[in-house]
């Protein structure tokens, strides 16, 4: 393999695993702010977690973050909940990055723990390879 060839999956990799980490970051934040955000709607437990999942699936959608912002504003409307545009985006911004520092810590401790990826994973590892 040349070098070329190599920095080009080096690339792929690094590309793949930052696509990776900010799903996993994404989805945690969304999580984080439903609790956040049905907290401060005083939403009951069970309407808690049908909240978190519906801001988690919101992300699919073609605006995703935009979605979930909109969808909290005007839940915070309804409700009279006294946060602005920016609260909510701050609240955005601030449980992403505490999420992608959550899953680097954690990475980092599994692999100092030993952990090796599932046969499925080490596959496609060894594929990339």
Known sequence: MSTVEGNAQDEDTKRKHDEELKFKATVRRNKWLGFWAAELLGLEPEATEEYVSSLIAAE????????????????????????????????????????????KEVAAEAKALGFKPKPQEQEEAEEDS
């Open 60 to 103: 699919l959608e073609d605006d995703g973050e935009e979605e979930v912002f909109r969808i909290i504003r005007t839940d915070f409307n309804t409700k009279r909940i006294d946060k602005t545009d920016e609260e909510i985006r701050d609240a955005m911004v601030n449980l992403y990055d505490a999420a992608v520092i959550e899953i």
